[in-house]
């Protein structure tokens, strides 16, 4: 730490990267929940539209999307806005990470969620039905809770991949963990040492999540143990 140290800016570069994944999750967890609602419903306009989108951010690759983002919707924004009269803007570098990384999350997580409501018993709905409960309080009430609870596993690994897709964005400029490591180690020249230092920040960041993911898990379980 200090100025003659390299702390300081790796220390920056860790919260920068979980700043990311957070930001990132929620954006995903809600687009992939309601992509996988839309498969569900057997409307074959949305099953279509929901098939292109995850056959779309699911085969290419997350790098490719980060650039179409960062500079293509960049680009595209610009010549429309130039169009209309308006000036130039940029695209935030922390903003473009996470939508593309959001786009990328919500994709895989979607495929996990429809697997979730197929998990859940046909009769679980009929049932909810026959106590006079609304399609809306069905799917808050007794739907939710069980698929939560049964992609909670999937979700996890999906959560520590994007933990470590988030050292993507140094391409783009953004200070991350990675690009403030390969910085010290290219300066000071003593690479085994900060490349072994930011493996060993991903992995106590790893298993952190695993410890919180855990601890959520068992509370997703704790009405099993009166059974």
Known sequence: MGRDGWGDEIASGVVLTIA??????PIGLVLGFFIALAK???????????NIYTTLFRGLPELLTLFIVYFGVQIAINQLFEALG???????SFFAGMIALS????SFSSEVFLSAFKGVASGQYEGASALGLSRLQTMRLVILPQIIRLALPGLSNLWLILLKDTSLVMVIGLSDTLRQVSIAARVSREAFFFFFLACLIYLVLSIISSIGIGRIEAWTRRGDFGR
């Open 86 to 92: 308006f000036g130039s803007i940029e695209i935030n």
């Open 40 to 50: 569900n419903t057997g409307e074959s306009s949305l099953v279509l539209a929901a």
């Open 103 to 106: 786009l990328v999350f919500s």
């Open 20 to 25: 990311l994944a957070l930001a990132t999750l």
